[in-house]
């Protein structure tokens, strides 16, 4: 599974770790989560990741 980053902050969205603080289980390709999750660092919207 790819990884993700926000273009905004740097955070990395690994499917491995999922964002289980914000309701993403391990193991939940990017393209699963829902569009109004947002990047748990900075609040940039999921349209503002890239693949790396």
């Known amino acids: 599974m790819d990884k993700w980053v ?3 902050c ?3 969205y690994d499917p491995a770790k999922g964002d289980p ?3 993403v289980k391990p ?3 990017f393209e699963a989560i829902s569009d109004d999750w947002v990047c748990p660092d ?3 919207p ?3 990741f890239e693949k790396m």
Do not use: H
Request: aromatic share 6%.
């Open 27 to 29: 193991g939940t390709p």
């Open 6 to 8: 926000c273009v905004i």
């Open 42 to 44: 900075c609040g940039a």
């Open 21 to 23: 603080e914000n309701g």
């Open 10 to 12: 740097g955070y990395v």
């Open 46 to 48: 999921k349209s503002d």
